[in-house]
């Protein structure tokens, strides 16, 4: 069965920086469509970044110029570089594997981790 399991949210002042990893296992990274979705309370899910399998990078808007996703398929790793935190990025962060880097749908993921909380504050 496919896992994917998060880590390194946690708290932070706006202005800070965070790393997300995600740990995939029984699934090649390198064949795979993988990213990052966030969810608030109350909120739907909603994309955040997508890496294609030939390392095609497509973020949502206000993400841009402020998160880096990227991959290691030795280590079968995703990553989620997030500089420059805002309080509205506070959410849970989910990493997810599916084929959703063309639609772009939460409808399109298959597998999701169990999400890592990012809380931006002052």
């Known amino acids: 069965q496919v896992q994917l399991v998060e880590s390194g949210g946690g708290s932070v002042q706006p202005g800070a920086s965070l790393r997300l990893s995600c740990a995939a296992s029984r699934i090649t990274t390198r064949n795979s469509c993988m990213g990052w979705f966030l969810q608030s309370p109350g909120q739907e899910r909603e994309l955040v970044a997508t890496?294609?399998?030939?390392?095609?990078?497509r973020y949502a808007d206000s993400v841009k110029d402020r998160f880096t996703i990227s991959r290691d398929d030795d280590k079968s790793l995703l990553y989620l570089q997030m500089n420059s935190l805002k309080p509205e990025d506070t959410a849970m962060y989910y990493c997810?594997?599916?084929?959703?880097?063309?639609?772009?749908?939460?409808?399109?993921?298959?597998?999701w981790g169990q999400g890592t909380q990012v809380t931006v504050s002052s």
């Open positions: 997810a594997a599916g084929w959703f880097c063309g639609s772009m749908l939460v409808t399109d993921v298959r597998y």
């Open positions: 890496l294609s399998s030939d390392f095609r990078p």
